[in-house]
């Protein structure tokens, strides 16, 4: 499936799309819009781990009300 914003060919029933991020259209849904949402565990992120298949945890650099922060 081709990324509609940065050409890029991700595998068949990706969600979102492997280098920029973007929500991809599927099957049964609607056209994707210009964001991405993504959800951590509760628990937050642990170093090492690799978030949005291209970013991998450093650290955390501070948490608060609307989220937590990582160096990445």
Do not use: H, W
């Not at 978030?51 to 955390?60: D, G, P, Q, S």
């Amino acid at each position: 499936m081709k990324c509609p914003r940065c050409q890029n060919d991700n595998p068949e029933g990706t969600r979102f799309c492997g280098r920029c991020g973007r929500e991809l259209a599927g099957s049964g849904d609607t056209a994707a819009s210009g964001t991405a949402t993504f959800q951590t565990p509760s628990r937050g992120l642990e170093r090492g781990t690799t978030f949005a298949r291209r970013f991998e945890i450093i650290e955390e650099i501070g948490k608060g009300g609307m989220g937590t922060v990582y160096k990445a």
